[in-house]
T-cell receptor
């Protein structure tokens, strides 16, 4: 039973560029939530996707956008990258929009230079 | 909004018991969870408390007092592999998103 898979594991981008991160949820899960974790801090909620729609959004600018595909996988897109976007981006999957018992992926470490 | 406070670091010796406290402020309360995260790894779910009292899962226990907006994670018979960061997190009213605390880094020494 595969867990949550995220790709790539590491990424280096230049300020102003755009990036796409990918997530495949755990088998049986239909909801994907994205979190940003700065070094030494707790994860911060970006948004949640369920039934291919954004259902909840945290306090992040419109530069952060996403998508969910019919197979429940998801993408996180960040435009006009800033140095402050450097962080670990975590994908959490769950069932039926709930956050209980999230299964997290190991994340994508994004470095903006 | 929601906010949580927990100590930034705790050190304990192998075999000991350690308690990690968490206080929270939230406009509504759905439940409190604890997650463990090793360096470079994924956060993993440890426990969930929606009602007052103690929940026990093996060497780990979690306690909640809703009247005090307070919870703690108790780790018994500490092992070296327990060295990790521990996060408390509260759910929003709909139970579909988590707000995490800043994390407590636990160092277990021989």
């Amino acid at each position: 039973d595969a867990g949550v898979t995220q790709s790539p594991t590491h990424l280096i981008k230049t300020r102003g560029q755009q990036v796409t991160l990918r997530c495949s949820p755990k088998s049986g899960h239909d909801t994907v939530s994205w979190y940003q974790q700065a070094l030494g801090q707790g994860p911060q909620f970006i948004f949640q996707y369920y039934e291919e729609e954004e259902r909840q959004r945290g306090n992040f600018p419109d530069r952060f956008s996403g998508h969910q595909f019919p197979n429940y996988s998801s993408e996180l897109n960040v435009n006009a990258l800033l140095l402050g976007d450097s962080a670990l981006y975590l994908c959490a999957s769950s069932w039926g929009q709930g956050a209980y018992g999230y299964t997290f992926g190991s994340g994508t470490r994004l470095t903006v230079v | 909004g929601q906010s949580l406070e927990q100590p930034s670091e705790v050190t304990a010796v192998e075999g000991a018991i350690v308690q990690i406290n968490c206080t929270y402020q939230t406009s509504g309360f759905y439940g409190l969870s604890w997650y463990q995260q090793h360096d470079g790894g994924a956060p993993t779910f440890l426990s969930y408390n929606a009602l007052d009292g103690l929940e026990e899962t093996g060497r780990f226990s979690s306690f909640l007092s809703r009247s005090d907006s307070y919870g703690y994670l108790l780790l018994q018979e500490l092992q070296m592999k327990d060295s990790a960061s521990y996060f408390c997190a509260v759910y929003n009213n709909a139970g579909n998103m988590l707000t995490f605390g800043g994390g407590t880094r636990l160092m277990v020494k021989p």
